[in-house]
């Protein structure tokens, strides 16, 4: 079986600059390159909420443009996402695959094998971690992105992550020196 990271994107992978969907407004996060290199064990996959296709503030082209964008520059840097799942709709229009929802996580654990109790997600929102429980995997909160603005509301909405970091490259090293607890 595979493990794998469930990564957010924006705020996580790229910064969050509001909705971001312009390759010129694209910045690479601090640390996501040499993170992603040090876990070289596990299956990546991005699972975003991308609400401003349903907003109608960009559209799905320009989704994958920016998102092509990003996988071009960790492809020249020899790092893989097996799959990108996004989630185009609208908040109000309750489907079944906006985060926290699962959806995209059981899609990918049926195509790739994955062994869910060995695997991660890692976002900068509750939704993220939300997520990753409710899926049986481990997750990590992270402070960058929107992650300082809502972290009150783990706590109000009793949301555990298994460890809350300050940038992408501690949580990566502390998903490696986990690894001999499982
Ligand atoms: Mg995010
Ligand atoms: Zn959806």
């Given at each position: 079986m595979n493990k794998a990271i469930f990564l957010d994107r924006d705020?996580?992978?790229?910064?969050?600059?509001?909705y971001p969907h312009k390759i010129e407004d694209f910045i690479l996060s601090d640390g996501v390159v040499s993170g992603l290199k040090k876990l070289k064990d596990f299956k990546f996959f991005i699972i975003s909420n991308q609400s401003g296709i349903g907003r109608g503030y960009y559209t799905e082209e320009d989704f994958h443009n920016f998102n092509n964008h990003l996988l071009d520059i960790l492809n020249k840097n020899?790092?893989?996402?097996?799959r990108t799942y996004f989630c185009p709709h609208h908040?109000?229009?309750?489907?079944?695959?906006?985060?926290?929802?699962t959806k995209f996580i059981k899609e990918a654990t049926k195509e790739f094998n994955i062994d869910l109790t060995n695997s991660w997600v890692i976002g900068d929102h509750p939704h993220d971690v939300e997520m990753g429980i409710n899926a049986g995997c481990k997750a990590i909160y992270l402070l960058t992105g929107h992650g300082k603005k809502h972290f009150d509301e783990l706590k109000k909405e009793n949301i555990k992550p298994n460890f809350t970091a300050e940038n992408f490259l501690q949580a990566a090293e502390f998903i490696i020196h986990n690894k001999t607890n499982n």
């Open positions: 705020g996580v992978l790229n910064k969050d600059t509001g020899n790092i893989k996402i097996e908040p109000n229009e309750v489907c079944d695959c906006r985060k926290p929802n």
